[in-house]
């Protein structure tokens, strides 16, 4: 027998970030100023990125790329690994993103990578704790409530059980 099941993804889209709570209106002003300090010559893409840890610590992350690929590291996993090496126990509760093309943000909504949707999964795993995510184009706001909602059917440590016996 064939079923046919479907996985659902809900966001919430907000148009401006005058309509955010002060503490997200924060977290995203300050990845759009972090994607300016991305290092980004070869594909002109950058991308920044804050996380907000539970003790309200935010930090910021960047696209780094290199002319050796795939030597480079996106936005997301720069914060999470910042925080994790600087700030162990201290855990991620919301992570913002803005990518700019040009000078100016990005026209569409760009969602993590799919190593970067990975590292979020497994962060949040790890920590026992959800990590909204915040989106950010130009013109419109995506809010995900648990960052492993970008990844529905991830690999985690349960997948790694059957092999560490």
Request: some cysteine; aromatic content about 6%.
């Amino acid at each position: 027998m064939i079923r046919t099941e479907n996985i659902i993804f809900s966001y919430q889209e907000v148009d401006n970030s005058g309509e955010l709570e002060p503490a997200d209106r924060e977290l995203l002003g300050n990845a759009r100023k972090a994607a300016r300090n991305a290092y980004a010559p070869y594909s002109r893409f950058r991308v920044g990125a804050a996380l907000r840890l539970e003790s309200g610590k935010i930090i910021l992350g960047t696209n780094v790329e290199n002319a050796a690929f795939p030597s480079g590291i996106c936005a997301e996993r720069t914060a999470i690994y910042s925080a994790s090496s600087n700030f162990p126990g201290d855990k991620p509760v919301a992570l913002a993103i803005a990518a700019m093309t040009g000078e100016d943000l990005s026209d569409e909504i760009v969602s993590p990578c799919g190593n970067c949707r990975q590292v979020i999964a497994e962060e949040e795993q790890r920590n026992e704790n959800s990590i909204r995510v915040i989106l950010s184009s130009r013109e419109k706001i995506w809010i995900i409530k648990k960052g492993g909602d970008l990844l529905p059917l991830q690999f985690n440590k349960g997948h790694l059980k059957s092999a560490l016996r």
